[in-house]
């Protein structure tokens, strides 16, 4: 039975995995291609205008941003990576409870000789392992522009490493927040406007921490604070505290939200689908 329900969450997403892996590795070569066609001499003009602004923006100084590493950092914040990303983590954290309940499956999973966790732990598993391997593709395809492209300053792939690792943790945080929604709501489509909400507020409380000079204690009001990939791309070691730090945030919220979800999910009636 296990197996069937093993089967069943892979082929729920492989789909979309494969398509977001695509866009991941594509998008962060031609970006890789369209920097390298940019000098970043051309851009210190531009900087001198909006470095101040900028700085405040990305929480890094103007000279570092530029840098190669730097510009290719941007990878990890850009806001094609953050909607395939943000789109898997909704996608794969509604679809084990609410999703199932609003295609009017639910009732005949629940009926399976398993328990319920485990109707849960299996998608998890699968979402995380998806996660992961999204994170590897990012980095692939900055590896993969690194190798073929030629680049003002050479750069390693392994200095970008510490960024997938901290992009693995943000999704592996919004797939377990958006599967704790979900187990207690019974519309799909309402848990994942819900936590897109969430991550938007949260994305705006953080940057209103850094721009606003008296807004510090604004940090701890978002755990997108947690999420660093610039900063610990440019000055952290891999195994770094702070580089733990950041990690352990994230993960420990994805796991204590995967938790309540499934005390929520074990407790709650089976609604009929609408």
Same mark, same amino acid.
């Given at each position: 039975?296990?197996? =069937?329900?093993?089967?069943? =969450?892979?082929?729920?997403?492989?789909?979309?995995?494969?398509?977001?892996?695509?866009?991941?590795?594509?998008?962060?070569?031609?970006?890789? +291609?369209?920097?390298?066609?940019?000098?970043?001499?051309?851009?210190?003009?531009?900087?001198?205008?909006?470095?101040?602004?900028?700085?405040?923006?990305?929480?890094?100084?103007?000279?570092?941003?530029?840098?190669?590493?730097?510009?290719?950092?941007?990878?990890?914040?850009?806001?094609?990576?953050?909607?395939?990303?943000?789109?898997?983590?909704?996608?794969?954290?509604?679809?084990?409870?609410?999703?199932?309940?609003?295609?009017?499956?639910?009732?005949?999973?629940?009926?399976?000789?398993?328990?319920?966790?485990?109707?849960?732990?299996?998608?998890?598993?699968?979402?995380?392992?998806?996660?992961? &391997?999204?994170?590897?593709?990012?980095?692939?395809?900055?590896?993969?522009?690194?190798?073929?492209?030629? &680049?003002?300053?050479?750069?390693?792939?392994?200095?970008?490493?510490?960024?997938?690792?901290?992009?693995?943790?943000?999704?592996?945080?919004?797939?377990?927040?958006?599967?704790?929604?979900?187990?207690?709501?019974?519309?799909?489509?309402?848990?994942?406007?819900?936590?897109?909400?969430?991550? &938007?507020?949260?994305?705006?409380?953080?940057?209103?921490?850094?721009?606003?000079?008296?807004?510090? +204690?604004?940090?701890?009001?978002?755990?997108?604070?947690?999420?660093?990939?610039?900063?610990?791309?440019?000055?952290?070691?891999?195994?770094?505290?702070?580089?733990?730090?950041?990690?352990?945030?994230?993960?420990?919220?994805?796991? &204590?939200?995967?938790?309540?979800?499934?005390?929520?999910? +074990?407790?709650?009636?089976?609604?009929?689908?609408?």
């Amino acid at each position: 039975m296990n197996r =069937a329900l093993w089967h069943k =969450a892979v082929a729920d997403c492989w789909l979309q995995w494969a398509i977001s892996a695509a866009i991941l590795v594509g998008f962060s070569w031609i970006f890789i +291609w369209l920097m390298s066609q940019v000098p970043a001499a051309a851009l210190s003009p531009l900087m001198q205008v909006v470095g101040k602004v900028v700085e405040k923006v990305a929480g890094l100084p103007v000279d570092d941003l530029i840098s190669t590493p730097g510009r290719v950092s941007v990878l990890f914040v850009h806001v094609v990576t953050m909607l395939v990303c943000v789109g898997w983590a909704v996608g794969r954290g509604s679809a084990p409870i609410s999703g199932e309940i609003g295609r009017g499956r639910m009732d005949i999973l629940a009926t399976l000789p398993v328990r319920r966790p485990t109707l849960l732990f299996i998608p998890a598993v699968v979402s995380t392992a998806g996660a992961l &391997l999204l994170a590897l593709a990012l980095w692939a395809g900055i590896a993969l522009g690194i190798r073929t492209i030629a &680049l003002e300053e050479p750069v390693s792939p392994g200095r970008f490493a510490p960024g997938a690792v901290n992009l693995f943790s943000l999704i592996f945080c919004l797939t377990g927040m958006t599967c704790l929604v979900s187990a207690w709501i019974v519309d799909r489509w309402r848990a994942i406007f819900i936590t897109v909400g969430f991550f &938007l507020v949260s994305m705006i409380i953080e940057m209103v921490s850094r721009m606003w000079p008296g807004g510090s +204690w604004l940090r701890y009001a978002s755990f997108l604070t947690a999420f660093r990939p610039q900063q610990l791309i440019l000055y952290a070691d891999p195994g770094s505290e702070v580089a733990f730090r950041c990690n352990a945030v994230l993960i420990g919220l994805g796991l &204590l939200c995967y938790f309540a979800a499934a005390v929520v999910f +074990w407790r709650r009636d089976i609604p009929a689908a609408r």
